[in-house]
């Protein structure tokens, strides 16, 4: 007779352990995130850091990775001189921006980095990027032999290349040379780490270029995603 109540209790026991177990399961289930979104271009699992670095803005203030904080940015890059595939860019982000006015994650502050900083002086780029839009960020630096500009390209991952011309004499002017660069926007988070690389596509001309309205859907992804 003692035995049933104490079977009894034992019952309950495991049932409740169980249901405690269940609740937790559905718990995780419930809260667990979704699947990445597919974007035309590279979600990091994980943000990575960019290296202590300094630069100089349109306004010749110091810029530094301190002031990617506190807020997002998109990352373009490239020199002022670029007859194309610069300016599309630049266009096609705005156009981007423009589709983002009413929406909650429009607090996205563009940046526009010169791979060409002897000829791309901050008053140079200051009448620059205005045209494009007044709020744009120009980035250049100054020669410096401790470089601090590099942990910003290699954190990165920006490719350019300067090739001098020679005259027909074979000198060789400093301020003479062809610039050549990759094309990738860089979305960085609020804590100043990357988070996204976006790649471009190839149209029938062979120029790479983006879309505003998938950039736009792919940038909400991401913001959507990570919350």
């Known amino acids: 007779m003692d035995k049933l109540p104490f079977r009894n209790k034992m019952f309950r026991g495991f049932l ?6 269940a609740a937790i399961a559905a718990i995780l289930i419930l809260v667990r995130p979704d699947q990445p979104p597919i974007i035309h271009g590279v979600l990091l699992p994980e943000a990575r850091s960019i290296g202590a670095f300094t630069l100089i803005d349109h306004t010749a203030r110091s810029f530094t990775q301190e002031d990617l904080k506190g807020q997002w940015h998109l990352i373009s890059y490239g020199f002022t001189t670029c007859p194309d595939v610069c300016p599309t860019t630049l266009a096609q982000i705005n156009t981007m921006l423009n589709g983002l006015k009413e929406d909650r994650y429009a607090n996205l502050q563009i940046l ?5 900083h002897r000829r791309d002086t901050p008053s140079k780029i200051a009448s620059y990027v205005p045209f494009f839009n007044s709020d744009f960020i120009g980035l250049t630096h100054l020669d410096d032999p401790k470089n601090p500009h590099l942990p910003f390209e290699k954190s990165l991952g920006i490719t350019a290349q300067l090739t001098p011309r020679i005259s027909d004499s074979e000198i060789i002017h400093p301020n003479d040379y062809d610039v050549s ?3 990738t926007l860089f979305l960085v988070n609020t804590e100043g780490k990357l988070q996204a690389i976006f790649k ?9 270029e983006f879309n505003p309205t998938r950039l736009r859907d792919d940038y909400l992804k ?5 919350g």
């Open 16 to 21: 409740f352990a169980n249901l405690g177990v």
């Open 112 to 116: 526009f980095y010169s791979v060409d």
């Open 181 to 183: 660069h990759g094309v």
């Open 200 to 208: 471009p596509d190839i149209n029938e001309m062979g120029y790479a």
């Open 222 to 226: 991401i913001r959507e995603y990570l």
